[in-house]
């Protein structure tokens, strides 16, 4: 699939009437929920709510992942570990906002006094700062992916070679978090949060906000990547995918393009992280697995990558069908989800996205005939 990416106009008149009517529906659920009970025809139940708000989440990080593949040619099979690294920095904030709430009662989370701490390692300082910890969410991905990224693009590292280096990375510090020593709830990870911003987390009116708030970040992003893609930088991210040696013999470097772009990727799926745990509840070392980073390359192969739109469709279409095949047949769907990758890549080169053009194509040409 390394040439397979769509070329469209970003975005057609239809495409932006479909993406306001798209996020309407999806506003408007939440406030489904809340404004009607649960016997009412139009009430949303909340599992559907959190269950969408886990779905943009993973469109956002399907996006930032369509940047650096779809767009520059880079394949990343790391950016797991970007997505629970913007989790964990956002956990912890989660963790130190429980206060003494917790089993034993204490101002330390209940598995550091499990494990016998008595006081919090340095790098829990300010974490109990909402806004820290939100600078956390975009500093520490973007600083390890900017350190990874230098020395990688800068020794021309690419194609399965940087793939296999950031499946790496990311097996690497999956390890490091199953540890308990490493102060970040070993296997278990974080969970039981009780507050946000002094605010009971699981209250629905909560959970409304935040998906609200996962919407917005993911309009945001979607417009953001568009006004980049569309730029003259994004000519030259496409140059680096087409020819980076015909790039260089013109007089770019495509060192810092690279990296930029690869910096704010990861950024984006940091973003995405912390938006997740709170409305999962949940974050530990499984979200940094290499089989995670590999279904991000799945949700954008399977929309259409290089066209923005089409890794959001993947990431719905991809979890959509993960959530019911889970349900029915709960030990068939990594064989589903490997023959979903095979039949996209010998039938859907291009996706979803791909077949809906060609047909609209073949349609027009029947019109005109």
């Not at 040619?73 to 970007?82: A, D, E, N, P, W």
């Not at 490997?338 to 047909?359: A, D, H, N, R, S």
Request: proline content about 4%.
């Amino acid at each position: 699939m390394s040439n397979a990416v769509i070329k469209t106009s970003l975005f057609t008149r239809p495409a932006w009437i479909g993406i306001v009517l798209c996020a309407i529906v999806l506003a408007a659920l939440p406030l489904l929920n809340l404004l009607f009970a649960a016997d009412h025809a139009l009430h949303v139940s909340s599992y559907t709510v959190g269950l969408i708000g886990k779905f943009m989440c993973y469109a956002m990080a399907a996006l930032a992942l369509d940047l650096v593949w779809g767009y520059t040619g880079i394949l990343s099979l790391g950016h797991g570990v970007f997505f629970a690294l913007g989790g964990y920095m956002h956990g912890m904030y989660l963790m130190r906002a429980i206060g003494k709430d917790g089993v034993y009662q204490s101002d330390l989370p209940d598995f550091m006094v499990f494990l016998n701490w008595s006081e919090y390692p340095w790098y829990w300082w300010m974490t109990n700062h909402f806004w820290f910890a939100m600078l956390l969410v975009v500093l520490v991905p973007g600083l390890l992916a900017f350190v990874f990224g230098y020395f990688a693009f800068r020794s021309r590292i690419k194609g399965v070679y940087f793939s296999i280096i950031t499946q790496a990375m990311t097996f690497a510090f999956m390890l490091l978090f199953f540890r308990n020593d490493t102060g970040f709830g070993g296997n278990n990870g974080f969970t039981d949060f009780k507050r946000i911003l002094g605010i009971t987390i699981t209250a629905p009116e909560t959970k409304a906000a935040l998906y609200l708030v996962t919407l917005a970040f993911l309009l945001g992003a979607l417009l953001l990547c568009r006004w980049i893609v569309t730029s003259k930088l994004g000519r030259v991210l496409q140059g680096v995918r087409d020819s980076e040696s015909r790039l260089m013999f013109i007089g770019y470097n495509p060192l810092w393009f690279k990296l930029f772009i690869w910096v704010l990727s990861a950024i984006l799926c940091g973003i995405a992280g912390a938006l997740y745990v709170p409305q999962v509840g949940i974050i530990n070392p499984s979200e940094m697995s290499p089989a995670n980073s590999i279904e991000m390359v799945i949700w954008a192969a399977v929309g259409g990558r290089g066209s923005l739109i089409g890794p959001i469709i993947g990431a719905f279409s991809v979890n959509g069908l993960k959530s019911w095949f889970t349900a029915a047949f709960p030990d068939l769907w990594l064989y589903a989800l490997g023959l979903i990758f095979i039949l996209v890549t010998l039938f859907m080169p291009q996706g979803i996205l791909g077949v809906v053009q060609k047909l609209k194509k073949r349609t027009k040409d029947g019109e005109a005939a």
